[in-house]
């Protein structure tokens, strides 16, 4: 039933861009907060970015103020991450998710998350 299939992940160079997209289906992609997050290597997961149902307000980890930037396109059904100057501490396995239980602008669990989309920043 609900889906979320992430892909964009590459190798690339410190310094460099890439942009994440994470398609949904099986659910109602307009009536959901959504959020980035990621897990590096021997790492537990890490809260990267969150945006509400209409895009019109958006968070960030302190990590990644400044270099990300979390969109919507609700009519499409899809999430992005655009991703620039990315250093060597980005890389990481990238998930989508979908928030639940939303109190005060802030999802309390996330009920689905995707496959993940490997994100490698290195010379």
């Known amino acids: 039933q609900v889906q979320l299939v992430e892909s964009g992940g590459d190798l690339v160079q410190p310094g460099g861009s890439l942009r994440l997209s994470c398609a949904a289906s099986?659910?109602?992609?307009?009536?959901?907060?959504m959020s980035w997050v990621r897990q590096a290597p021997g790492k537990g997961p890490e809260w990267v970015s969150l945006?509400?149902?209409?895009?019109?307000?958006?968070r960030y980890a302190d990590s990644v103020k400044g270099r990300f930037t979390i969109s919507r396109d609700n009519a499409k059904n899809t999430l992005y991450l655009q991703m620039n100057s990315l250093k060597s501490e980005d890389t990481a396995l990238y998930y989508c998710?979908?928030?639940?239980?939303?109190?005060?602008?802030?999802?309390?669990?996330?009920?689905?998350w995707g496959q993940g989309t490997q994100v490698t920043v290195a010379s």
């Open positions: 998710a979908r928030g639940s239980r939303v109190v005060a602008g802030t999802p309390l669990l996330y009920d689905y």
């Open positions: 099986g659910f109602s992609f307009s009536s959901y907060y």
């Open positions: 945006i509400n149902i209409d895009g019109g307000s958006t």
